[in-house]
């Protein structure tokens, strides 16, 4: 089993930053793809950004190109996810997620196997 805590939500103001962490714990050596989610109030969870763990490897969905940067540190088992120029738009719960095994970047909830307990992000215009 994997556990991910997330952390590093809050409130800020369109244009600002905030980064997100997620720290991995348990059988973290069965980790391929590291991804971050997003659901805001009536609407479906949805890709944000992915990283393959043992190449670094990274997918943005269209609408955070540019603005967001995922990353990870594998001695800390923890991933980040930058966000910058924030909009409204942004506002939602932000959740990390694992998946076993793979070969390439999975963008769709289902693909992965673990998840964490979310984090509100709210960005006020």
């Known amino acids: 089993q994997v556990q991910l805590v997330e952390s590093g939500g809050g409130l800020v103001q369109a244009g600002g930053s905030l980064r997100l962490s997620c720290a991995a714990s348990?059988?973290?050596?069965?980790?391929?793809?590291m991804g971050w989610f997003r659901q805001a109030p009536g609407k479906e969870r949805e890709f944000v950004a992915a990283?393959?763990?043992?190449?670094?490897?990274?997918y943005y969905a269209t609408s955070v190109k540019g603005r967001f940067t995922i990353s990870a540190d594998n001695a800390k088992n923890t991933v980040y996810l930058q966000m910058n120029s924030l909009k409204p738009e942004d506002t939602a719960v932000y959740y990390c997620?694992?998946?076993?095994?793979?070969?390439?970047?999975?963008?769709?909830?289902?693909?992965?196997?673990?998840w964490g307990q979310g984090t509100q992000v709210t960005v006020s215009s």
């Open positions: 348990g059988r973290t050596f069965s980790i391929y793809t």
């Open positions: 997620a694992a998946r076993n095994g793979g070969s390439r970047v999975y963008s769709h909830p289902t693909s992965y196997d673990y």
């Open positions: 990283i393959v763990k043992s190449d670094g490897n990274t």
